[in-house]
């Protein structure tokens, strides 16, 4: 029965691949005949939201165990591609190759880290999560550590950590869906969350987890197509090799000498010069605070006045209105505004880093700095991903733990085939644009370029501005957001603009697929572990569906709300959300499963004591939060606080453990039991 179940599967997903391979060539024709291309960018934007909704259709359930679960019946091939799809989010498709692209060789700590984080699932927690046999992170946390009795607390804490982890994670998949939306589409950034939104609630509202796990393989398909075909057609164009994991290394000495080149040119000097002496402006303007607030205010309220007098033209005036408005509304707001134009022109005229070169500084201690941030965010990075509630729980969908660790296994190949062709494809647009766009003149910039500038003109993706008023392009006159570059891939490798189309598929599917997983983790949290285990635990099985339902849909509003307001770039969020998950969830699940003597107070105390250490270091050294640089420890950056908050949380559970008595017998044999080999799980329901 399971045979029959598997090949059907297979049968289904394979005529899905074909079909979406006749789209695509369907697609390619109509471009080439002279479709324009923002019917191009509807049709992939509306095939794709049909294709996920119908699914969500087909698969709609109000049963407890396929909502939740989705039956834990699914094989562990196509679990191990849900997995894949829920793991590679926006920022793994969309901004890790414009990281790269933008720090070189430290950007690297991304891909260590995230792929070792998902080894310590495979080892450390996957396997005895599906043998415990729950439905929920919360629940195996409740069981483990108190039980029926007392496990309430533990439960709860589990809750709040577990949608504050996934409500921070799944604001940056809607943030990445409008910015998709609004390029291919035109519509307004706003408008593009809500498009995406559609597409989610259709999935995870009807079917929970039965659906959006066959969402998600098809999303798969549709990610690893739009991220490998760009990649190959680079390789190819400045290789000959259509490998792009093997071919970069051959054009990494290449770069390296058009780096040195670029470095040595007379005109970037210059460049990075005028950056410098803006950056001197602004000190002065903060050094002069709060008088020169109130003179520069004064200076461009003349000048309205003045234009207005002479009736000079429209433009000028509304340019004058428009710089009045924007000049800051108080001395502090001064402050953070002139701060960071001056921190953005400094790291313009920094001298240009080699790609290739780790740790770059210009001491060592600059250099030491460097290095201590890469190990700590690899660190950050590995063990929030073995706490991530949205991909732990996908443990629970296999019909085995057997089937566990075979899907982990999948999931590993599948997520490598990114992961591997990621620091390719840095290497291969960063050879594009410094070959091809640098030098060029800006009267034939290509079309790509202005296209992007427009997708959000307050904070613009690619700037490109004639600094020296040379008319010829400069690397230092070259801006570019690296949330833009895959999405910008083919236009950049000039290929047809279908293939943008379907990078943009993949980039909406791999935030579609993420933000599914995390809606579903927060809804199930309070339906199953608040609701159900605490509220009302007689609700039938209909009543605790509906309400997970009608959480997520609250959930999913706020989370769009919370996107539209641009809170910040995708990796930062993404970042912050890993520490979150590392500080507060990691030292109880990894105790949990191999240390009996870890009981109830000492799992409340790792938690909130992990919880308020990562908190606090964010918000002291982050200065969107208000906080300040200088009140770093030992020079660790803000989105590397779980170096701090793991080792506390590990310490307080450990100490407070110990300090009370040991947990009942039952949980220890709880332990015992998901410890041992059999693969009988403790709970079929």
């Known amino acids: ?232 057609w680079l390789s190819a164009k400045h290789s000959g090799n259509p490998i792009p994991q093997v071919a970069y290394g051959k054009l990494l000495p290449q770069l390296s000498a058009r780096e040195a080149a670029l470095a040595a040119d007379d005109k970037e000097t210059a460049v990075r010069a005028v950056f410098r002496e803006r950056a001197a402006q602004y000190q002065q303007r903060l050094d002069g605070l709060p008088t020169s607030w109130e003179t520069g205010r004064a200076e461009l309220q003349h000048y309205l006045d003045s234009v207005r007098l002479r009736n000079a033209s429209l433009l000028e005036i509304r340019t004058a209105e428009r710089a009045l408005i924007a000049y800051p509304k108080n001395a502090e707001d001064a402050v953070a505004t002139w701060s960071a134009a001056r921190d953005e022109n400094l790291r313009r005229a920094r001298p240009l880093t080699p790609h290739a070169v780790p740790f770059p500084g210009a001491t060592q201690e600059q250099s030491d700095i460097k290095r201590r941030n890469f190990i700590a965010l690899a660190f950050c990075l590995m063990l929030g991903t073995a706490a991530l509630p949205h991909i732990l729980m996908r443990s629970y969908t296999t019909p085995s733990v057997e089937e566990t660790r075979v899907s982990v296994f999948w999931t590993l190949f599948f997520i490598l085939l990114i992961y591997l062709t990621i620091p390719a494809l840095a290497v291969l647009v960063k050879y594009d644009v410094y070959s091809a766009l640098v030098g060029s003149h800006f009267s034939e910039l290509p079309t790509w370029v202005s296209y992007w500038a427009s997708v959000d003109r307050t904070n613009p993706l690619i700037s490109i501005t004639d600094i020296n008023a040379d008319g010829i392009v400069q690397l230092a006159e070259i801006a570019i957001d690296g949330d833009v570059l895959v999405l910008a891939t083919p236009e950049i490798a000039g290929l047809p603009y279908v293939i943008s189309g379907l990078v943009a598929a993949g980039g909406l599917a791999a935030a579609l697929s ?66 979150l998950a590392a500080s507060t969830l990691f030292p109880a699940l990894v105790m949990g499963v191999f240390w009996r003597r870890a009981n109830h107070w000492g799992a409340l105390a790792g938690m909130a004591t992990g919880f308020l250490v990562c908190q606090f270091y964010m918000v002291r050294t982050n200065p969107t939060l208000g906080g300040s640089a200088a009140a770093q420890w030992f020079d660790i950056a803000p989105i590397s606080a779980a170096v701090f908050g793991v080792p506390a949380g590990l310490a307080a559970l450990a100490i407070v453990s110990l300090l ?16 041992t080999p059999e693969i009988n799980e403790i709970n079929k329901n």
């Open 1 to 232: 029965m399971k045979r029959t179940f598997k090949q059907r599967l297979s049968r289904y997903y394979l005529i899905f691949t074909a079909c979406f391979a006749a789209f695509l060539l369907s697609l390619a024709v109509l471009e080439s005949e002279g479709m324009p291309r923002v019917w191009i960018g509807y049709m992939f934007m509306f095939a794709t939201i049909v294709l996920y909704a119908s699914i969500g259709l087909v698969s709609r359930t109000s049963n407890v165990a396929e909502y939740y679960v989705a039956g834990r019946r699914v094989p562990a091939l196509f679990n191990g591609m849900a997995t894949a799809a829920d793991w590679i989010s926006a920022a793994s498709f969309i901004s890790l190759a414009g990281t790269l692209y933008l720090n070189g060789f430290d950007g690297l700590a991304f891909v260590m880290g995230w792929t070792g984080g998902y080894c310590l699932v495979a080892l450390l927690i996957a396997p005895y999560l599906r043998k415990f046999g729950q439905y929920t992170i919360p629940d195996f946390l409740a069981e483990r550590y108190g039980g029926p009795a007392n496990g309430r607390a533990v439960r709860l804490c589990a809750v709040a950590a577990t949608i504050l982890i996934s409500f921070t994670y799944v604001v940056a998949q809607i943030y990445a869906v409008g910015l998709i939306a609004s390029r291919f589409t035109g519509v307004d950034f706003s408008v593009g969350i809500f498009l995406g939104l559609a597409s989610v609630l259709v999935c995870s509202f009807l079917g929970g987890m039965r659906a959006i796990t066959w969402t998600q393989v098809a999303q798969y398909i549709i990610i690893v197509a739009a991220f490998l075909i760009p990649a190959m």
């Open 660 to 675: 009370t008595p040991p947990p009942a017998p039952r949980q220890a044999a709880l332990v015992r039991h998901i410890r």
């Open 514 to 579: 993420t933000a599914d997983g995390l809606l579903l983790a927060i809804s199930n949290a309070l339906s199953h572990d608040v609701y159900y285990k605490i509220v009302d635990p007689k609700a039938s099985t209909q009543k605790r569906v509906t309400i997970s339902k009608l959480i997520l849909l609250g959930v999913a509003f706020v989370a769009a709300y919370s996107a539209s307001t641009k809170p910040g770039d995708i990796l930062s969020l993404v970042g912050a959300a890993f520490s």
